[in-house]
């Protein structure tokens, strides 16, 4: 993501885009369809939490997402926490996404909302305010006609949609992420959000979905859904993600530790 505007000019903040760490190969391999319903795999990453709905190449055209921000909690050390859901980044080199940042900066709280067609920078949304307790929605789809893909943020009743291009994108995976992001080309230390629920059964609106070879519907719908933890270096957890709820739309990610 781009810089936050109160930072020094020194500090850019920059979604990694891709997932980090060695536990992320679990799905790079061939999965199995299951006749009975999805197959949730677990992994771990350094700057991803949340779930990722994996398909083949070129076959994903949409992703939704909604959560409630959560306010975060600020000492005197530099924090920050990027929520989003957008199309590609797993093991892929491009992401189209929308989302929300907070960060902490000298014991203050900072909300700001963007969209990003990574690897080029994100664009903070300077219309759209964000506080805690923002209900925050975003759904990103792809026109095959105009090859774009269309990045709508909404919070509250407000709405910002960009239209762009995205070379290379290959359309192969669908997410709702919680991130720590990359600060001067090194992960933050995470922002202490508490817990961040996502999805219809707390947002009421849309909850995290895809479409997929042209089918829609709940990620817990699809045969291919990977469950990502957040942890450091070391492997302890920094956000644990929970069980998807029963319609498959919904579940909630908790802070454990910065770094």
């Known amino acids: 993501m781009t810089r936050p505007a109160a930072l020094s000019v020194l500090i850019v903040v920059t979604m990694l885009g891709v997932p980090v760490g ?6 790079s391999a ?16 350094t700057n991803w939490g949340g779930y990722v709905v994996v398909g083949t190449s070129g076959s994903v055209s949409a992703v939704t997402g ?20 957008g199309i590609d980044g797993f093991n ?14 000298k014991g203050h709280a900072h909300y700001s909302a963007w969209y990003e067609f990574f690897p080029a920078p994100s ?21 095959a006609t105009a090859s774009t893909f269309a990045i709508a943020v909404q919070v509250g009743n407000a709405t910002v949609t960009h239209i762009g291009t995205e070379s290379g994108a290959t359309r192969s995976s669908a997410e709702c ?8 080309r090194q992960l933050s230390s995470l922002a202490d959000f508490g817990t961040v ?8 609106t849309i909850g995290c979905g ?50």
């Open 30 to 45: 061939a999965i199995p369809t299951p006749s009975g319903g999805p197959i949730t795999f677990g992994a771990t990453t």
């Open 177 to 184: 992420i919680d991130e720590r992001p990359s600060v001067n």
């Open 66 to 85: 909604s959560w409630v921000q959560p306010a975060v909690t600020c000492t005197k050390k530099a924090t920050y926490v990027g929520l989003w859901d």
């Open 210 to 259: 895809a479409t997929i070879g042209g089918t829609t519907g709940s990620f817990g719908s699809f045969a291919t859904v990977l469950s990502i933890n957040m942890v450091d270096k070391k492997h302890h957890t920094l956000s644990s993600t929970s069980t998807l709820s029963s319609d498959g739309s919904s579940f909630a990610g908790t802070w454990v530790a910065a770094s």
């Open 123 to 143: 664009v903070t949304i300077p219309s759209l305010t964000v506080t805690p307790g923002s209900l925050v929605s975003v759904t990103v789809t792809y026109n």
């Open 197 to 204: 629920y996502f999805g219809a059964d707390s947002t009421s």
């Open 92 to 105: 892929t080199k491009t992401v189209e996404q929308g989302g929300t940042l907070a960060y902490c900066a």
């Open 22 to 27: 060695a536990g992320i190969g679990v799905a």
